[in-house]
């Protein structure tokens, strides 16, 4: 099992910044990919970044320029660094680790934390 632990949530003005981390652990693969999804309320889960084993990024257009992932490989944390917050970043933020084998994917989430941007 994997367990992933989040922090850095809270509440912030518009403009603003915040940093979330995540720390996992636990029996993973070797290789595999951890990301960021949030869901703001009455929406669906949505992907806002993500970062390979070969540490290969992917930023959604929706937070493209403002929001930056990054890996700190030796300790299985993921970090997502947050600048010119929007009032609609506001959501429940969720760490994810995924991999697969030959057989079958893996799909791990933390308990996520909140991110309010309000003045």
């Known amino acids: 099992q994997v367990q992933l632990v989040e922090s850095g949530g809270g509440l912030v003005q518009p403009g603003g910044s915040l940093r979330l981390s995540c720390a996992a652990s636990?029996?993973?693969?070797?290789?595999?990919?951890m990301g960021w999804y949030r869901q703001a309320p009455g929406k669906q889960r949505e992907l806002v970044a993500a970062?390979?084993?070969?540490?290969?990024?992917h930023i959604e257009d929706s937070v493209k320029g403002r929001f930056t992932i990054s890996r700190e490989f030796a300790k299985n944390m993921v970090f997502l660094q947050m600048n010119s917050l929007k009032p609609e970043d506001t959501a429940i933020y969720y760490c994810?680790?995924?991999?697969?084998?030959?057989?079958?994917?893996?799909?791990?989430w933390g308990q996520g934390t909140q991110v309010t941007v309000s003045s």
């Open positions: 636990g029996s993973m693969a070797s290789h595999y990919t």
């Open positions: 970062i390979t084993g070969d540490d290969v990024t």
């Open positions: 994810n680790v995924f991999y697969s084998d030959s057989i079958t994917s893996y799909d791990y």
